[in-house]
């Protein structure tokens, strides 16, 4: 990256900031790429397909894409033109429904196996907190139980143990001050990937777990699949218990294929939360599930107890977004494009870590891949604190220096965006190899 006279307009953009928002920002994560490797302060001015480009006209292949929400590509001209012409309709008026919005809701239902019915937020955190409240409603049980490592946004009793030290690994590891000390004591945390410590849970716990609620692949912590017969494990142990299943596909929804990794992998949950990539940068998050548990949310005579509730929620801007990602990640074939070109860098990033004899590997998933350092595979969260988490975030800053964005905090994945070209993948196997050798040491 570049110097920091090159970077004075991000400096002077950032004390600007400083002085009115706490920190300067306006989400903890976006701390990550506040500054460059030097300390000198980066703010990113223009984004279109798969680049972004900082103040000082530095340019970045992005594989960080908003931490997913971007996957068709950065303004994409048919998202945007048919969220300004549905604008040009109608803005927001609170009241009933719209046709806009059973259209969007159409689309998801055709597509996600879990969805019967589908409800419409705007953030993953609140559709997270609603699926919990309908396990607990549901069941009349208090208990739910998380894994290490996967993270749920900031709902009190999901704001724990998500990048845990490994001296608080198998405790209550909160990621935030200010939490009273009940919103967390009915969650259990177990690791990922482990039946027998949720079966063993749900022993220990007879008749008090309401529900269990993964990611089913871990993205949070870089990209971590489902062992053989882990999700359908989940599934047979929620079914004899009595306890609701919920997968939160807020990173996976859509990426990883339309009907999200419930259709991949062939595992039906009671609930899904989704957002990011359903409106391709848009803020809209869903929450959908069976019609007997969704129908908890119906108003008045009409359904049940749980309350949901939003000004913002099914805004036509958003629908509009949802229904042209639909259409337009099926038309381009993107998810096919996705195998193609991971494969295409997963491959040569493995060539290129034998070439230079470094230990290594690459784990990927639909439209994820991430490189780690050490011996593979990773299968839960106590296996990436064996890795060279130093190696790895200096690789990623070799990557940035060349123009290649892959955010470098460990664990994190790089995640495709549909308008990458071949120029742009080639480009960034050469950076690879590059980055590769100048960590080789």
Known sequence: MSSQREHEESADLIERAKRVTPGGINSTS???????????????????????????????????????????????????????????????????????????????????????????????????????????????????????????????????????????????????????????????????????????????????????????????????????????????????????????????????????????????????TMAKAVANGYPVSLLCGREEYMRQFGPGERGGSVYFAGTYNAHTAGMAAVVETITQLEERGVHDRFDEVRTRLADAIRDHLADAGVEGFVQEYGGIFATYFGEGPVTKYRDLLDLDDERFTEYRWEMIDRGVLMVSKFPRANLLNASLTDDHVRETIEAAGEAIRAVSD
């Open 30 to 272: 976006r701390t990550q790429m506040m500054e460059d490797r030097d300390g000198n302060p980066v703010c990113f001015e223009r984004a279109s397909g798969a680049e972004v480009i900082d103040m000082s006209g530095n340019r970045y292949i992005d594989y960080n894409n908003a931490w997913g929400p971007i996957i068709l590509g950065h303004c994409d001209e048919d998202v945007d033109e048919a969220v300004a012409a549905a604008s040009e309709r109608r803005d927001i008026v609170g009241m009933s429904t719209s046709e806009l919005e059973v259209r969007a809701a159409e689309l998801v239902a055709e597509r996600v196996p879990s969805a019967d019915k589908v409800q419409f937020g705007t953030t993953g955190s609140e559709v997270v907190a609603h699926a919990i409240r309908t396990a607990r409603a549901e069941t009349g049980r208090e208990k739910i139980i998380k894994f290490q490592g996967n993270y749920h946004g900031w709902y009190d009793p999901v704001a724990l143990n998500y990048i845990s030290a490994r001296e608080n690994l198998g405790q209550h590891d909160v990621i935030t001050t200010g939490l009273l000390p009940e919103a967390t004591e009915e969650t259990i945390v177990l690791p990922y990937n482990d039946l027998d410590a949720v079966e063993a849970a749900f022993e220990e716990h007879a008749g008090e777990i309401a529900g269990v609620i993964l990611e089913p692949v871990a993205h949070d912590m870089g990209c971590i699949p489902p062992v053989d017969g882990y999700l359908q494990g989940l599934r047979d142990l929620t079914d004899e218990h009595g306890a609701l299943l919920i997968f939160d596909e807020i990173i996976t929804g859509f990426r990883h294929g339309m009907g999200g990794v419930q259709e991949r992998e062939g595992v039906v949950p009671d609930l899904t």
